[in-house]
Every structure is written in C-alpha cells, then in structure tokens.
C-alpha cells in the first residue's frame, strides 16, 4: 500500500487505467491569470530569457502587441493537464501543440483536454487526447495532440 | 540585405546539417524541476518529493516530461550553455523568434540523477512571408535527447519563425527602393 501523498499536495486520484478512459470524457483543466507574477515565474521556471517574454518594448518593437507567454510555460501547462490525468504510472508517448495565437498579460489561459481515442497498440493501452489552451480574448490559442499509455487492470 | 539573402544557398547548406552531442553540464536535478513546476502550479509529488517517488515503480523523482526541461538539462540550460542555440548558426534577415509548434516524442522517463545529452539537426529552412516580414524565414530543428546510457529518451521537433522588425523591414523597403543611395 503507497503511503499518502504529503499535505502539501492537491489530492491524487487512485491511477488510472486504460479501462477507465472513454472517448469524449473531459481530463480536468487548470487556468492561470497573466500576472507579473506569472510572467516572472514563467522566466524561472523555463529559464528562457528572450526579451519578448517578459520586456514590453523588445516585443512591441517587434511588431507585438506586448509580451506573450513563451513555448516553455505553455507546454508545461499542458503537460500538467495530462500528467495529473494519467497519474504516476501513465507515459505520455507524444506531445504535438502549436503556438497560433498568443497568452499576454491581462488574460486568463485556460488549458484543456478530451479523450480523443482509445486503443490498443503493441500489446499496450493507448489513448489519444486533444489538448489545447485557450483565453477569452482569442479562443484556442495552442491546439495539441498527445498520446498516453495507460496501465492496464490487473496487468 | 534584401537582395543579398539567398534561401536556396542557405537550404543547401543548412538542411541535414548536425550537431556534435553535447552532454548536459549537470545532471538532472531536484531544482529545475521544482521551479519548472512552481510555474504551473504543479505540485505533483511525483516530480517534487523524493520520499513518496520511492514508493512508486520509478524509485525515484521524475522529470515532468517536457521537451523544453529536457533540453534544459541536456546542455542549453544551466549557466554556462553548453552551447548556445541552433538559430544563429542558420543566417536569416531577421534577428526576432517565434517558436511556432513543437512535438515531442518519448521513448523513456527521465529521473533526477540521469545525465542528458542532445544531438540536433536542421530538418528544414524555408522562406514563408508573414504580416509584418514578407522575408520571414522558418527553421525546422530536431533534438535527439538521449541518457547516460545512450538510450534516446526524446525526440523533439520545433518549427521556428525568424523575423525582422517593422522599422528593419521598413529600411530595408527604403534602400530597395529605385535610387536610393
């Protein structure tokens, strides 16, 4: 028996299994309010230091609006959505996203996914989710494709 | 240097052209993960606390698998660089990037501990205008992350658009334009 997680931690559903998962169910989603705290933990926390991120006249000179949240942050939003879904003993095989439009400050980026499809492959549980993010300003901005193998029940 | 870029030299001698494998400066460490999680809000103790990874199948702290973390860790990101990135090796007019799309494809889990190498090539170079740059010039770059053990853990591969500036874009109309100096 896994001891439980530390308070500290949101509470982790029991682990998934390929079972589980139905084509059109939701994965539950996060949402983050652009703030300069954001923008500075995004610097941080991707360790990416080019000035569009996080200087306004760097990016408005390059015919930006303002500063935009870089590939980094994005990614490992989505990541999150998918890693907190599939718990610790799914893989995520493959991660597709594009950057189409842009997160900026003031917006409120929400990040979501769907089972697209389930299915066996090699022997392994596969699921294929649509994953994306998306603000009220501009819709989806960054549509994605991820496959996850899941653990299969009693394997 | 509207007139002198010539795409098709650069498609020539960029396209298929590799990097030597660099190995990460450090090995994977609990901190980059800590603040690559701190951004997101993610407390996933699978990725932030050692006694709890070990009683999962892993036995020990993940990296949250993000092409990005792991590029981090196989050279580009502790100070010093290994080296720096691909795009100033391959001319283009503009100085200002855009990362367009990435894909990532895993093959193995990366744990604290393991050491990160990359190896990269340039897939693709192509000139597509944009709104603000009709000379705007797009890189298609793939890096091979592979552990200590010469597994390849990743494959991930960045579309990027390169760009000048409106005022760069502007000057360059100027002195294109019939009898300008």
Not at chain 1, 38 to 55: N, T
């Amino acid at each position: 028996m896994r001891p439980a997680p530390p308070e500290w931690c949101t509470v982790r559903r029991p682990q998934l299994h390929w079972e589980d998962a139905e084509v059109g169910q939701d994965l539950p989603h996060i949402s983050f309010d652009i703030t300069p705290r954001r923008l500075f933990l995004q610097v941080s926390g991707s360790q990416d230091w080019y000035p569009a991120h996080f200087d306004a006249a760097f990016a408005r000179k390059a015919g930006h609006p303002d500063v935009f949240m870089n590939t980094g942050f994005v990614q490992a939003a989505l990541v999150r959505v998918i890693t907190d879904w599939m718990g610790d003993e799914g893989f995520l095989r493959r991660l597709y996203f594009e950057m189409r439009r842009q997160q900026r400050p003031g917006d409120t980026m929400a990040c979501r996914g769907r089972v697209a499809a389930k299915y066996e492959a090699d022997g392994e549980g596969c699921v294929d989710l649509e994953v994306w993010a998306e603000n009220p300003r501009e819709g989806v901005t960054t549509p994605g494709q991820a496959t996850v193998i899941l653990p299969r029940r009693g394997g | 240097m509207a007139g002198a870029y010539d795409i098709e030299a650069v498609r020539r001698k960029y396209i298929g052209f590799e990097t030597a494998k660099a190995r990460g400066r450090f090995p994977v460490e609990y901190d980059p993960i800590r603040r690559h999680c701190h951004m997101v809000d993610d407390n996933n103790p699978l990725f932030l606390d050692a006694g709890y990874a070990k009683t999962t199948p892993h036995g020990a702290v993940l990296c949250p698998p993000s092409g990005w973390l792991a590029l981090y860790f196989a050279s580009l990101g502790p100070w010093p660089a290994v080296f720096e990135p691909l795009f100033p090796v391959v001319p283009a007019p503009g100085k200002r990037i855009v990362n367009m799309s990435q894909e990532v494809q895993w093959s193995r889990r990366i744990k604290v501990g393991d050491y990160l190498s990359v190896r990269r090539r340039i897939a693709d170079v192509y000139q597509k205008g944009i709104s603000i740059d009709p000379e705007a010039v797009w890189i298609v770059a793939e890096a091979i992350i592979e552990n200590q053990r010469d597994e390849v853990v990743c494959v991930i591969r960045n579309t990027m658009l390169t760009h000048r500036t409106p005022e760069e874009v502007a000057a360059a109309q100027t002195s294109d334009a019939p009898g300008a100096a």
